[in-house]
């Protein structure tokens, strides 16, 4: 078999279609056409391209230092399922609000991704990326050829969920600024206000 479909050359290269697709706006990989305008590509040229120096991470991220227990929880399901997918993998890991966008972890993500270094990008949740502003980091991804795989997509939350979570998350960081994030009063707000999230 010497002309390929861009997913029968995906998968022999073992990288995404996106990625195809990048190496043919930067010149590397220039496909034949269908009449119908498939892609089509030769065996020895695909062969003949060195990969990029890219791989896959995986992003995990809590909010405070009480819930380091779920952080490992979700690096162990993420280098459980890029092990399972056979993928070479590095894990990236903050401790912060998904309102800060000024993440050590976060920002490193960025580089790499505006770098083309990250061939796909693994996360348990969407909001383990970002409370709010996930989809400019998916748009980024898009551009610059990186894949976005969800583990759990199909554990969505519902509307009221993900609202509650948001203004809890919202109330979290500005009672934080106001009182102190170790303030007793700060706490017992934040108790208050899970309690109330708890019931919706």
Not at 170 to 182: D, E, K
Request: overall charge neutral; glycine content about 6%; some cysteine.
């Amino acid at each position: 078999m010497s002309k390929l479909s861009i997913s029968e050359a995906a998968k022999l290269k073992g990288v995404s279609v996106s990625t195809l697709r990048r190496w043919e706006s930067e010149g590397k990989l220039i496909p034949e056409r269908t009449a119908s305008g498939h892609r089509r590509y030769d065996l020895a040229q695909l062969l003949g391209i060195k990969p990029d120096l890219s791989y896959t991470i995986g992003y995990c991220r809590v909010s405070s230092h009480d819930q380091k227990e779920d952080l490992e929880r979700q690096k162990q399901v993420v280098e459980l399922f890029c092990s399972q997918n056979g993928w070479q993998f590095e894990i990236i890991e903050d401790l912060g609000s998904g309102l800060n966008y000024s993440k050590k972890g976060l920002k490193r993500l960025i580089r790499l991704i505006v770098d083309s270094k990250v061939e796909r990008l693994v996360l348990t949740h969407k909001d383990r990326l970002l409370r709010f502003g996930s989809e400019l980091i998916f748009s980024l991804c898009e551009h610059f050829g990186t894949e976005i795989v969800m583990i759990n997509r199909t554990e969505d939350s519902t509307f009221e969920e993900d609202l509650a979570q948001d203004v809890l998350e919202i109330i979290t960081v500005f009672s934080a600024r106001l009182y102190g994030s170790r303030n007793h009063k700060n706490k017992k707000i934040i108790e208050e206000l899970k309690e109330v999230a708890d019931r919706i």
